[in-house]
């Protein structure tokens, strides 16, 4: 058993307390981890809030790392102690009919199939002040050390520096691939991102990756603005600032409104308008944000009528165990560039002001 910092969220609504947790030795099938680096999600703070669909407390959040091997349980077989990882919050079991088709990157041990809080053999390696302690998504990032199964981690270049690839887990990867992978966008396109939070911006990097000819980013801040330019985005909107609703502005702005549009914010009014913002005939809408769990979304069945597609992603389409690391290798080669979607580096133990930088829209 290992002695570790942990970061427990006991309760919705409360912030983390840092705790010393014990971690417990992989069993069969499972890797222990020593985590170097873990970026903060918008998921992660559903979680926080009490939005995340089927979590229990106490918990250790997280779900977006990057670490070193320490040991694993008897039959694992991909990867050994002293290897390099990122952790997968979208498993990969290689056997399930999801995993067989080589269109689907879903997997059937997903938490959105079967709850990740234990591990497959429904019990947990926390354990903090005698009390257990719950999983997220198997992975639990917010933990010096973490125990996962074989089918939620990948193996990556031993040259990969962990504090930037550890956004390869879930950020970069959904909205980079949501263009890449899910709107396959065609060269000489026009797109709009709607949200400019590290999905949003990496959506904006994968449009610009396929060739799109105009990039239209939408967001309230207008702080983003100049980080969402740099990436590629050739337009800037503040819906704000706009007379007319933003589907509107965008139409006109583009004579039949957008070949692909993208919603990265988790807002349902914000949802419709990326779908009427897209052309009515030919336009692929992508939901890259999450509502807040039990929401629902009032839809105008004629925005569909004529022909548009509203699609949503999963870790942008990728088939987590044998794309990530290839997306690491593309990072190496310098295909795109990860380092400035990273606004801030703190140390573990202020994971709650990161919070505060995340809701601020810092």
């Known amino acids: 058993v290992i002695r570790c910092k942990a970061a427990v969220a006991w309760a919705a609504g409360h912030p983390l307390s840092i705790e010393e947790v014990e971690v417990a030795p992989p069993k069969a099938g499972e890797v222990r981890i020593k985590l170097v ?4 999600c918008r998921t992660d703070d559903h979680l926080l809030q009490g939005c995340f669909p089927n979590a229990e407390f106490p918990v250790i959040p997280g ?14 077989t991909s990867v050994k102690p002293g290897d390099k990882i990122i952790l997968l919050c979208l498993p990969q079991c290689g056997e399930c ?81 949501a263009a890449i992978n899910t709107a396959q966008v ?5 797109c709009a991102v709607f949200g400019l939070g590290g999905v949003g911006l990496s959506v904006v990097m994968g449009c610009k990756a396929a060739g799109a ?15 969402a330019k740099e990436l590629g985005a050739t337009d800037c909107i503040n819906p704000r600032d706009c007379k007319k ?3 509107e502005v965008l139409t006109e702005m583009t004579g039949q409104g957008v070949d692909y549009s993208f ?21 692929i809408c992508v939901m890259a944000g999450e509502l807040d769990s039990g929401s629902e979304i009032s839809l105008d069945p004629t925005l569909l009528l004529i022909g548009r597609t509203w699609k949503g992603t999963a870790l942008g389409g990728w088939k987590t165990r044998d794309c990530i690391p290839r997306l690491v290798s593309s990072y190496l080669e310098k295909k795109f560039n990860l380092d400035l979607l990273i606004t801030h580096t703190l140390p573990f133990a202020k994971v709650n002001e990161g919070f505060e930088l995340l809701r601020a829209g810092k």
Request: hydrophobic content about 35%; charged content about 20%.
């Open 213 to 227: 000819s105009r990039i239209i980013a939408v967001d309230i801040n207008k702080d983003k603005f100049a980080k």
């Open 186 to 190: 065609k060269p000489g396109s026009t």
């Open 37 to 40: 680096a873990t970026g903060i």
């Open 97 to 177: 009919s999801f995993c067989l088709n080589p269109e689907s990157n879903f997997c059937q041990k997903s938490h959105l199939s079967e709850q990740q809080n234990l591990l497959p053999d429904k019990t947990t390696r926390f354990t903090c002040k005698g009390k257990q302690i719950h999983h997220f998504l198997w992975v639990s990032t917010f933990s010096e050390y973490t125990v996962v199964p074989e089918c939620a981690v990948a193996k990556i270049d031993p040259a990969a520096p962990l504090d930037k690839v550890c956004l390869l887990g879930c950020g970069f990867s959904t909205g980079y691939g």
């Open 263 to 283: 919603e990265a914010t988790g807002h349902a009014e914000t949802m419709i308008a990326a779908l009427a913002s897209c052309n009515i005939s030919t336009g």
């Open 245 to 247: 609703p933003i589907q």
């Open 63 to 76: 779900h977006e790392g990057a670490g070193i091997v320490e040991s694993i349980g008897e039959g694992v």
